[in-house]
């Protein structure tokens, strides 16, 4: 039986009538550029992640770069992350003119290690960007204490983990501003490119509702040079008929890394380390193993699918080789790289589907 590691269309089936019905009202209203739906999907993502101030933006990564942006960092400041993530995380860093600085992680939650935070630390650093890798939440108290301490921002990186909780909180609502991305594989997805800043702050979120609109508050009039990015209204209403699902889905995806953590414990691979401070939503069921390529191989022959994220870790990656890194320079980030191999663990998949991938993985042992 061949096992997919993500099926939209198995999703979207049952609420197809819903998703349909949502774009044909925008197309009737023909407000494709902020309307209402875009305003009424801020209030709800607000409300899930119990913030005062949602922004629709056009990806998760224009989410990062406006929020970096509007909390001042540019030419001449260093922003601290870690080394293992999305590519976005760190170009976003680079693109703004500053430098990325790239701590190591914690080998069994894949998180920022906040132990490795405070020597990476100087004058120059402005902000701190943890990743919620996986869709477990980093060591935000940990995280917040430092950056309160220097003085520094910290923007989350909540990509793959809207929804998830830490200490009973929100992702998003944990550091200065949170950004979520609607990329179609990513938990709550939309039909195309999507994302969100969310906020407590006030003047970061005025920023914010500025930079997405060329700099201004009033059309012609530019306070600051920014960008065109906004998330179109059409993706929004995508998301709010999805979005009464999400809890559902995760559900979904919770229960299928149970079964795995049940199944495959005993054999030689870790299985996702979960924190106590932790409520893991599963974006990727991520397990490590030694010999990770064969491995793959011998998924691939017995038609399962899985993927490798992330193969190469930023500090070794040629577009950041002027950034002065070396092999070995980070050891937790590369050997995730070379050991990580995620899973099928989207909610829609058959109880057969689970039981297949675990059987196809004893037999490689
Ligand atoms: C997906 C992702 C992004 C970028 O989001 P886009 O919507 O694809 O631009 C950034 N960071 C992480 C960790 C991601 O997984």
Redesign the pocket.
Known sequence: MAVPLLDIKRQHAPIREEIDAAVAKVLDHGLFILGPEVKQLEEEIAKLCGVKHAIGVA????A?MLALHACGVGPGDEVITSAF??F??ASVISRLGAKPVFVDIDIDTYNLDPGKLETAINSRTKAILP?H?FGQCAAMDEIVAIATRHNIKVVE?A??AIGTEYKGKKAGSLGDAGCF???PT?NLGCGG???MVVTNNDELADMVRMLRVHGGKFEYLHEVIGYNSRLDTLQAAILLAKLPYLTQWTDGRRTNAAYYDKALSGLPLKTPVVSKDARHIYHQYTIAIEKRDDFIEHLKANNISSKVYYPVPFHLQKCFSDLGYHLGDIPNCEQASNTVVSLPVFGEMTEAERTEVVEVIKSFF
């Open positions: 990806s998760g990564t224009d990062l993530s999305f976005a995380s990743i890798i990186d990509a793959q991305s609607f990329f990513k490119d999507g994302g």
